[in-house]
């Protein structure tokens, strides 16, 4: 599957637009018709990273991160990425709520939601 260029804009602003154009306002499924829903204070998940590796407090905003945001619908509707069931890193072990896409070897996207782990049951 082709994944679109890298988007630059020029203001921590436009980026926080441009997700609630394309990502708060619009319906999205996965390729297996799971919808997704992006809401507002997702931006700041999703496109911040932390200053210390210690305190896993996510307060440096990524453009690394902003610039493939393009990316995040297509790696959905990918029907070859590789899916997993999320991890719980504080009480260590598997979510079965979180569904875990892996594209392009090291790219991931990861939803939350109940409906992935009812296809396996």
């Known amino acids: 599957m082709a ?3 890298l988007i630059i804009l020029n203001s921590l ?3 926080r637009k441009y997700f609630e154009e394309h990502y708060c306002n619009q319906e999205i ?3 297996d018709k799971i919808r997704v829903l992006f ?3 997702a931006f700041n998940h999703a496109f911040y ?3 210390s590796r210690r305190q896993k407090k996510k307060d440096i ?3 690394k991160r902003a610039q493939r945001m393009p990316w995040i619908k297509v790696a959905l509707a990918d029907t070859s990425s590789e899916l997993y069931c999320g991890w719980d890193n ?3 072990c ?3 709520n979180r569904r875990v896409a892996v594209v392009m070897r090291d790219y991931v996207v990861i939803i939350q939601t109940k409906a992935w782990i009812e296809h396996f049951l």
């Open 94 to 96: 598997v979510v079965t």
């Open 3 to 5: 994944y679109p260029s």
């Open 61 to 63: 905003f990524s453009d």
């Open 13 to 15: 602003d436009k980026y």
């Open 29 to 31: 499924y996965t390729f």
């Open 90 to 92: 504080k009480r260590k």
């Open 49 to 51: 990273e932390s200053s």
């Open 39 to 41: 809401p507002k204070g």
